[in-house]
C-alpha cells in the first residue's frame, strides 16, 4: 500500500483487515458487535472537545472516522453500499438542504435556515415511501432521554408549537411541581411516574428556552458536583473516622469548603 496519509489509505487498510487473511477480531465484526463502540468513539470526540485538547481531537475523529469507514466496508462486502456512496450521499443532501448556499433562495438568518431545513427533509421522506412525515420523524430512538426530550421540543417549537415568553415556560414549570406534590400526597404511584416525567420534560423546556443544551448543562452538572463531593470525602478521611459518623450538616460544612476552595 502507498503510505500517503489519504482516506483511500485507511479504506484499503480496513479491507485488509477483513480479508481471509487479516485479523481474525476484526473478521468477526458486524454491525451490530460495533454498535457500543461506535457511541464510546463519539463521546470520546465529545470529551476531547470540552478538555480543549487539539492532540486529542484529531486522535478521537480518527478513531471515529474509523467507525465509518468499518461499516461501510462490512456493508460493501454485502453488496449494499460503499463509502463513496455514504460520501456521495451527505454531498448531495448538503447541497439540496442549502438552497441558500447553492441556489438563489434567500433567508433572513438561522432561524429560517433550520425551518428550511425540516422542510425539505420532510419533503424528501415524503417522496422516498409516499406517507405523511411528522416534524418530530427522524429522531434517533437511542439517543438519552435528556437529549431526545431537547431535540423533540426544538423540532416542535421551530414548527410555530413554543411558548410566548419565559414566564408562560415558568408557570407550566410550576404547576408540574404543584401536580407532583399533589400525586405524592395521594400516593399513587402511577400518577407520580407520570407527573415526575412531566417534570423533567418541563425542565428541559426551561433549558431548551434559554438557548441551553440541557444534556451539555446536566454533565458539567455533575462534574461539579462530583469534584466537590470528592473533596468531602478527603476531608471525612483526614479525620479517620468512618462517613456514616458525620452528620448532614458537618458534611455540609465540608461542602462549603470545597466550594471555597474552587474560588
Same mark, same amino acid.
Given at each position: 500500500?502507498?503510505?500517503?496519509?489519504?482516506?483511500?489509505?485507511?479504506?484499503?487498510?480496513?479491507?485488509? #483487515?477483513?480479508?481471509?487473511?487479516?485479523?481474525?477480531?476484526?473478521?468477526?465484526? %458486524?454491525?451490530?458487535? #460495533?454498535?457500543?463502540?461506535?457511541?464510546?468513539? &463519539?463521546?470520546?470526540?465529545?470529551?476531547?472537545?470540552?478538555?480543549?485538547?487539539?492532540?486529542?481531537?484529531?486522535?478521537?475523529?480518527?478513531? #471515529?472516522?474509523?467507525?465509518?469507514?468499518?461499516?461501510?466496508?462490512?456493508?460493501?462486502?454485502?453488496?449494499?453500499?460503499?463509502?463513496?456512496?455514504?460520501?456521495?450521499?451527505?454531498?448531495?443532501?448538503?447541497?439540496?438542504?442549502?438552497?441558500?448556499?447553492?441556489?438563489?433562495?434567500?433567508?433572513?438568518? %438561522?432561524?429560517?435556515?433550520?425551518?428550511?431545513?425540516?422542510?425539505?427533509?420532510?419533503?424528501?421522506? *415524503?417522496?422516498?415511501?409516499?406517507?405523511?412525515?411528522?416534524?418530530?420523524?427522524?429522531?434517533?430512538?437511542? #439517543?438519552?432521554?435528556?437529549?431526545?426530550?431537547?431535540?423533540?421540543? *426544538?423540532?416542535?417549537?421551530?414548527?410555530?408549537?413554543?411558548?410566548?415568553?419565559?414566564?408562560?415556560?415558568?408557570?407550566?414549570?410550576?404547576?408540574?411541581?404543584?401536580?407532583? *406534590?399533589?400525586?405524592?400526597?395521594?400516593?399513587?404511584?402511577?400518577?407520580?411516574?407520570?407527573?415526575?416525567?412531566?417534570?423533567?420534560?418541563?425542565?428541559?423546556?426551561?433549558?431548551?428556552?434559554?438557548?441551553?443544551?440541557?444534556?451539555?448543562?446536566?454533565?458539567?452538572?455533575?462534574? *461539579?458536583?462530583?469534584?466537590?463531593?470528592?473533596?468531602?470525602?478527603?476531608?471525612?478521611?483526614?479525620?479517620?473516622?468512618?462517613?456514616?459518623?458525620? &452528620?448532614? &450538616?458537618?458534611?455540609?460544612?465540608?461542602?462549603?469548603?470545597?466550594?471555597?476552595?474552587?474560588?
Amino acid at each position: 500500500m502507498k503510505p500517503d496519509h489519504s482516506i483511500d489509505r485507511l479504506v484499503e487498510i480496513v479491507a485488509k #483487515l477483513r480479508a481471509p487473511d487479516g485479523c481474525p477480531w476484526d473478521r468477526e465484526q %458486524t454491525h451490530e458487535s #460495533l454498535k457500543s463502540g461506535l457511541i464510546e468513539e &463519539t463521546y470520546e470526540v465529545i470529551d476531547a472537545i470540552e478538555q480543549g485538547s487539539a492532540s486529542d481531537l484529531q486522535e478521537e475523529l480518527g478513531d #471515529l472516522l474509523l467507525q465509518v469507514v468499518f461499516h461501510s466496508q462490512l456493508a460493501k462486502e454485502e453488496d449494499l453500499f460503499s463509502l463513496a456512496a455514504v460520501v456521495d450521499g451527505v454531498c448531495d443532501k448538503l447541497v439540496r438542504r442549502h438552497p441558500h448556499v447553492f441556489s438563489d433562495v434567500n433567508v433572513s438568518g %438561522t432561524e429560517e435556515v433550520l425551518q428550511n431545513w425540516d422542510a425539505i427533509k420532510k419533503e424528501e421522506k *415524503k417522496n422516498a415511501d409516499n406517507r405523511p412525515v411528522s416534524i418530530l420523524d427522524g429522531i434517533p430512538r437511542h #439517543l438519552p432521554a435528556l437529549q431526545k426530550a431537547y431535540q423533540t421540543q *426544538k423540532r416542535a417549537a421551530r414548527a410555530g408549537f413554543d411558548w410566548d415568553g419565559i414566564d408562560d415556560v415558568f408557570d407550566k414549570l410550576h404547576e408540574e411541581i404543584d401536580e407532583l *406534590k399533589d400525586a405524592i400526597k395521594r400516593q399513587n404511584e402511577a400518577d407520580i411516574k407520570e407527573e415526575l416525567g412531566d417534570l423533567l420534560f418541563s425542565a428541559v423546556n426551561v433549558s431548551r428556552y434559554l438557548k441551553h443544551n440541557p444534556e451539555e448543562i446536566l454533565n458539567q452538572n455533575i462534574k *461539579k458536583f462530583t469534584k466537590r463531593f470528592q473533596v468531602v470525602e478527603r476531608e471525612v478521611m483526614i479525620t479517620g473516622r468512618p462517613f456514616s459518623d458525620f &452528620t448532614l &450538616t458537618e458534611l455540609d460544612a465540608f461542602w462549603d469548603q470545597a466550594k471555597s476552595e474552587e474560588k
